[in-house]
């Protein structure tokens, strides 16, 4: 069960986080981490953000949401959470 909550938590939480961070539907919000790291990754190209780049790949995650490829591999990380959470609780 920690599994299959791990994945579900991650993939409700990813496009939250992405909102919280600044990448939104409506682009990256002023004054956000996200229009922090586009700033440093235009300083860092020479003044553009490169497609496919982090901060381009978040911006279309935070825009459009995640596709179907990236709900899988967000749900695969999340179930491996859960299980490392409940097999270390079960140590403790």
């Known amino acids: 069960i920690a599994v299959t909550a791990g994945a579900g938590v991650a993939v409700v939480m990813a496009p939250v986080a992405l909102g ?15 229009a922090g790291m586009m700033a440093s990754a235009a300083t860092a190209s020479g003044g553009g953000v490169l497609a ?9 995650a935070g825009a459009a949401g995640l596709a179907g490829s990236t709900t899988a591999v967000v749900a695969g990380v999340g179930g491996a ?3 490392l959470t409940a097999t270390a609780a079960a140590l403790i």
């Open 20 to 34: 919280a961070v600044g990448f939104t539907a409506a682009g990256i919000a002023a004054n956000s981490a996200a």
């Open 81 to 83: 959470v859960g299980w």
């Open 52 to 60: 496919g780049s982090i901060v381009a790949v978040l911006q279309s």
